[in-house]
């Protein structure tokens, strides 16, 4: 009869004493999350993903940023394979599909032309110190890409607006002629900037005799030489003389005047910097 009573207190028991072996034998939750983490770490998919994991009462969440879909499926299996998980909560990120962030947003920094780059252009139209007046404009194209660090910031074509700044025929029988070019504008993508150069400056005196001035910090003795025989449209693919922008190199007309052709090629020199928005722009 005593032994009827205590039966239910043995099955209790051995109830809670089983309970307690299964509770000892489960994994704790810092060694699962230790362990998936580990092991995420070391795999191939998974080896570069920026992860945090937490376990609670095996239930096992991840959080982070993962590099791609596969990553993604390979760590959510790492998680469900290790002993003591009973439940895998995945809130990672695929890289490109995060939040872009302010830094993300900034636009690209713009491309700056410093003082000195060289634009060498094609001139337009007949110009000269007979021909042409104080102020007037004239038209140009730049005659090759404009390369900054590598890369095209201004492409071959570009429209360039220019002005004359002084133009005086020679006299018949003294006097000097003289003709001052600048650029004033450039058009990149169907946008005008405007820009300052080194005036281009050439005298004629006397019987045919040039001389070269310099305005603006351009060195005497280099130029680009245009146009010397013949003339008319094609005659002005020159050749540099010297090193930079100082004067114009022209033809003299049988009146000793000076004359640049149509698509004489010209070097001129910024004077200041010029600022685009960024490459393509």
């Not at 998980?85 to 809130?91: F, I, S, Y």
């Not at 636009?107 to 007979?130: M, N």
């Not at 020679?170 to 058009?187: A, D, M, N, P, Y």
Request: net charge positive; hydrophobic share 35%.
């Amino acid at each position: 009869m005593r032994l009827k009573k205590l039966i239910p207190s043995i099955v209790l028991l051995t109830t809670l004493l089983g309970l307690s072996l299964g509770c000892s034998k489960r994994p704790r939750d810092s060694a699962i999350a230790k362990n998936i983490q580990t092991k995420a770490a070391s795999a191939i998919e998974t080896k570069d993903s920026d992860i945090r994991v937490i376990a609670q009462h095996g239930r096992v969440k991840i959080t982070g940023v993962v590099k791609n879909a596969a990553a993604q499926q390979k760590l959510e299996e790492i998680a469900r394979e290790e002993p003591g998980t009973t439940a895998v909560d995945d809130q990672t990120t695929i890289a490109s599909r995060r939040p872009v962030d302010n830094a993300e947003r900034l636009e690209p920094q713009p491309v700056v032309l410093p003082e000195g780059t060289a634009l060498i252009v094609r001139i337009g139209q007949v110009l000269g110190s007979k021909k042409s007046k104080t102020g007037d404009s004239f038209i140009a194209t730049l005659a090759q890409d404009l390369n900054i660090d590598g890369r095209t910031a201004i492409r071959r074509g570009s429209a360039i607006d220019g002005k004359v700044l002084n133009a005086k025929a020679k006299g018949r029988f003294k006097g000097q002629g003289e003709l001052s070019l600048t650029l004033t504008s450039i058009t990149v993508n169907a946008k005008p900037y405007s820009i300052q150069t080194d005036p281009l400056d050439s005298t004629v005196k006397g019987k045919g005799k040039r001389t070269a001035g310099t305005t603006g910090g351009g060195a005497a003795g280099g130029a680009l030489i245009g146009g010397i025989a013949g003339g008319g449209k094609g005659a002005g693919i020159g050749a540099v003389i010297g090193g930079s922008a100082g004067f114009i190199g022209g033809m003299i007309t049988g009146n000793n005047q000076i004359e640049i052709p149509i698509e004489t090629v010209l070097t001129f020199q910024l004077s200041s910097p010029l600022t685009l928005p960024k490459y393509g722009e």
